[in-house]
């Protein structure tokens, strides 16, 4: 049983030293901000009044030390893993035979954005579920974010890559003989890159939307439409909502594929710039009907923000898209399905595709991903957006417990 032998690696909490945060808050305080005028509908961009009423709170208000005990009530872990320096977060399981999970996250996510479901997930009768469900969950920074930092000598990092890296984590570091592993974004590529190198040592896998592991290879990678116009005729709600949908990737995927260093040195710099850029997508990408505090809490951007600043992780981060074009994916073999390990895939209705209604998601997704994947749990909810496990985690839980079962 994987929970009752000793742990393998001496906890690491998280510790912040106070001149970094002096340095964040004289950075604040110096801002030089642009005119943004006719800019209150947020159609240029993030809106300069609740960005700066965001900054002053950062500034003023925002207690990080406050944030920094919630993130060490989780045991936290620094290691190295073939040269990489791997952080992640452990909650052991509580149940007759905990089955170790490893989740992954995506951008501009953290490994934060789990903390709503890990305890569900690890403990499972404290929140009135069957203890047999019970998971030993390691969470950990990608690559290149977060804690999991700094990079110099590993630039090309991209998912890929990190499947490796966590199959080494999960097998040789922590020993784990087999495992279950779950993701959702670039976490999600991740997840798949597992089920389709390393299926004979998973339980499972278990991801959001289930994109094919190509999808950043070719030379228009960064382009939805691969230079296709939209075609003519259609209805004009459809047209809406491909436009809508092209608006809501189209800067995000052009810049961090073809020019993330250019756009690194200003994140970087500037702390409000970088709250800026995460910000949009944190608000555009999330279910939050245009009020992203709906979904995020200020606090809880700002944690998840100093979690990019104090780690110096924006620049390695935006990186992964580029590198999954530069280093594009391989086949390791060529059966069919391309992932062999059993999959779940939890679908939330803010990202189905134009002109598919959540009853239909499923067997959409089903005949675009054919010979890709085993899917056995497929799950389409009306609510919740990019950030699943955080939007709508009692959903998250269910969708995972429910691929798992009879497969531990």
């Given at each position: 049983?994987p ?18 945060l002096?340095?964040?808050r ?11 005028t ?28 406050k ?22 977060m452990?909650?052991?399981?509580v ?38 469900d ?7 920074s990608l ?63 278990h ?36 436009v809508?949908?092209e ?24 702390p409000?710039g970088?709250?800026?850029w ?19 809490t ?18 390695t ?26 999959v ?60 798992f079962r009879?497969?531990?």
């Amino acid at each position: 049983m994987p929970g009752s032998v000793p742990f393998p690696l001496e906890p690491s909490p998280i510790h912040v030293p106070e001149e970094a945060l002096e340095d964040l808050r004289t950075r604040l305080r110096l801002t030089r901000w642009p005119d943004d005028t006719g800019n209150g509908d947020w159609s240029y961009g993030v809106g300069r009044a609740f960005l700066q009423e965001l900054a002053e709170y950062w500034r003023d208000e925002y207690d990080w030390r406050k944030a920094e005990a919630g993130l060490n009530a989780y045991e936290h872990y620094r290691t190295e893993v073939d040269g990489v320096p791997v952080h992640f977060m452990r909650k052991p399981g509580v149940g007759p035979d905990p089955v170790p999970l490893i989740l992954s996250h995506g951008w501009p996510w953290t490994f934060w954005h789990w903390s709503k479901v890990i305890g569900p997930l690890a403990d499972p009768a404290a929140y009135g579920g069957d203890p047999a469900d019970a998971f030993d969950v390691i969470v950990p920074s990608l690559p290149g974010f977060g804690f999991s930092t700094p990079l110099p000598d590993h630039p090309d990092m991209n998912f890929w890559k990190a499947a490796d890296l966590w199959h080494t984590l999960m097998t040789r570091t922590l020993g784990y003989g087999k495992y279950a592993a779950a993701g959702c974004d670039i976490g999600g590529l991740i997840t798949s890159q597992l089920g389709h190198k390393y299926p004979g040592e998973l339980y499972a896998i278990h991801i959001g939307s289930g994109l094919n592991l190509d999808f950043f290879t070719g030379d228009r990678a960064w382009d939805l439409s691969r230079g296709k116009p939209l075609p003519e005729g259609l209805p004009e709600d459809l047209h809406r909502q491909f436009v809508a949908m092209e608006r809501r990737n189209a800067v995000h995927l052009c810049a961090h594929t073809l020019d993330p260093s250019t756009l690194a040195y200003g994140l970087t710099d500037s702390p409000v710039g970088m709250l800026a850029w995460l910000l949009e997508r944190w608000w555009s990408w999330s279910d939050c009907g245009g009020d992203v505090e709906t979904v995020f809490t200020k606090d809880d951007l700002l944690t998840h923000a100093m979690i990019y600043w104090v780690n110096n992780a924006i620049g390695t981060s935006v990186r992964y898209y580029a590198n999954a074009n530069r280093y594009p994916w391989t086949p390791v073999h060529d059966r069919r399905p391309v992932v062999e390990a059993p999959v779940g895939i939890t679908f939330v209705g803010y990202e189905n595709p134009p002109g598919v209604t959540t009853g239909q998601r499923a067997g959409f997704w089903s005949r675009m991903r054919e010979g890709w994947f085993d899917p056995v749990n497929l799950t389409a909810h009306d609510e919740g957006g990019h950030f699943i496990p955080w939007e709508v985690p009692d959903a998250w839980v269910g969708d995972l417990r429910r691929t798992f079962r009879g497969r531990r």
